[in-house]
């Protein structure tokens, strides 16, 4: 990948002039995740298997999704649907305590608006998420322009 324009920075640090961090001359740009799931936000881009390796990472949740809803400003905003792990009530404290536990992990356009409870995300019987059934209810009656 080539890459002119006044913008770019002709100075290299110290760390970036040492050859382990050299990028082969083959690299290729890769998506993080589905494009079909990235959210698109205000023009920017998110990608939401980042957002939901942070909430994973916090022992009250079993499992999460994240996905873009209708915002009549931004496009779309970040919404999360989690199932709560055993032993862990779902309700607005668990919601401020995971958007809290989101905010020293991600940016602030990352972070969900709001999040979602659920008993038990829909799966097909290979156990690979209905994201569709998840997003589906918010769209409703909506056309998905973004």
Request: charged content about 25%; overall charge positive.
């Amino acid at each position: 990948m080539c890459q002119r324009g006044t913008g770019l920075s002709e100075n290299l640090t110290e760390h970036q002039k040492k050859p382990s961090v050299v990028r082969p001359a083959a690299a290729y740009p890769f998506l993080r995740d589905r494009k079909i799931d990235m959210i698109i936000s205000g023009g920017v881009n998110i990608y939401p298997a980042e957002i939901e390796s942070a909430l994973l990472a916090h022992p009250a949740v079993a499992d999460a999704a994240v996905f873009g809803i209708p915002h009549d400003d931004w496009g779309e905003e970040v919404k999360a649907v989690v199932e709560p792990a055993p032993g862990h009530e779902p309700g607005p404290g668990l919601a401020a305590a995971l958007l809290a536990h989101c905010t020293g992990r991600l940016a602030g356009y990352k972070r969900p608006r709001s999040i979602d409870f659920i008993t038990e995300m829909p799966r097909d019987p290979n156990g690979k998420l209905y994201k569709r059934r998840l997003r589906q209810p918010y769209w409703e009656e909506r056309p998905r322009p973004v």
